[in-house]
C-alpha cells in the first residue's frame, strides 16, 4: 500500500493505540502521525530514554498513562475516540 493510499484511509481519522510508548506501537504512531491521524496513544508505563521520547511524540498526540485493565478509565477513551 502506498503512502497515497495510507492518507486516505487516515487522515484525520481518531486511532487508540494500546502500548504506544513501546517500540512497535512508537513506530505505529509515528507512522499513523506521519499520514494525519490523531492518535489517543494508552500505555501504563514509559520508560525514560524510550525512541518515544526521544522523537517528542508525547506533543503531537492524546498521551494517556493507563492500564488496559482498567475498564472504566479505557471506557471513557473509547468514548473520546468516538466523538
Known sequence: MN???????FKNKKILITGHTGFKGMR???SLLE???NIIGVSIDLKK????NLLN??????NTKTDIRDYKKLKKLFKICLI
Open 57 to 62: 511524540i508525547k506533543k503531537k498526540i492524546i
Open 49 to 52: 530514554n524510550s525512541h518515544f
Open 35 to 37: 499520514v494525519g491521524a
Open 3 to 9: 503512502n497515497h493510499s495510507l492518507v486516505k484511509i
Open 28 to 30: 505505529l504512531t509515528a
